[in-house]
């Protein structure tokens, strides 16, 4: 993301002001840790039911246009289908509107990118709004174990093609853990949060050689 918070409403504005130090307030996937390897660890995520759009952009500019459909999709443009455990009070038309959760995962699809916002890992799609806007997409992400590698900084190409690199040489060194996808992106804060308290992850999904 780039500018894409300049689009959320101004209430979001103001809950991610501590994000501006550090302080991460937004629901999270749940996962569990099974190695730590120095600078990588290797994850057990949850199912998890996801928001994703894929645009077929360069990556900046997909991920702005992807988050701001998505942002508008859980503020509101859909319709709902019962009630969220996650959402607010709200819940009229336009359709209901949910939290901000985070990170924004990034996956690089044919000739451009996938965007996915987590939307809870206790959610089903039938519980959730149905989005009004055809591009965006619901699906439950199963159970998977991801190599993860951690970075500050701006999410910027080269810190992508720096991780991305050491990433895979951790796994194609590894005796335990097979690649089992591209290397893909999370993003866990607002453009302009402190560069050395940001928060970004390279991710590959593995399967174990045992």
């Keep these: 993301m ?9 209430k979001e504005i103001l809950k991610s ?16 840790v099974v190695e730590s390897s120095g600078d990588v660890e290797v994850r057990r995520y949850a199912p998890a039911l996801l928001a994703e759009v ?22 509101g443009e859909n319709a709902p289908k019962g009630r969220l455990p996650r959402s607010s009070a709200r819940s009229s038309d336009p359709g209901v509107t949910m939290e901000m959760t ?28 149905a989005p009004k806007d055809p591009r965006v997409e619901l699906r439950i992400e199963p159970a998977h174990t991801v190599a993860v590698k951690r ?10 093609a720096t991780t991305k690199q050491e990433l895979t040489a951790w796994v194609n060194a590894s005796a335990q853990w097979h690649r089992d996808s591209k290397v893909f992106w999370a993003q866990y804060d ?15 999904q593995v399967v174990s050689t045992a």
Excluded: C
């Design 2 to 10: 780039t500018n894409s918070t300049l689009h959320l409403p101004f």
């Design 17 to 32: 002001i501590p994000g501006f130090f550090g302080i991460r307030l937004e629901e999270e996937p749940r996962f569990e």
């Design 54 to 75: 894929t645009l077929a952009a360069p990556h900046d500019e997909a991920i702005d246009e992807g988050f701001d459909i998505l942002a508008k999709y859980i503020f």
């Design 102 to 129: 985070t990170p924004v995962l990034q996956r690089p699809s044919g000739k451009g990118w996938t965007v996915s916002f987590f939307l809870g890992n206790d959610m089903k799609v039938s519980e959730a709004p």
């Design 151 to 160: 970075y500050s900084g701006n999410n910027d190409a080269d810190k992508r």
């Design 190 to 204: 607002a453009p302009f949060v402190i560069p050395f308290l940001k928060r970004n992850e390279a991710m590959i």
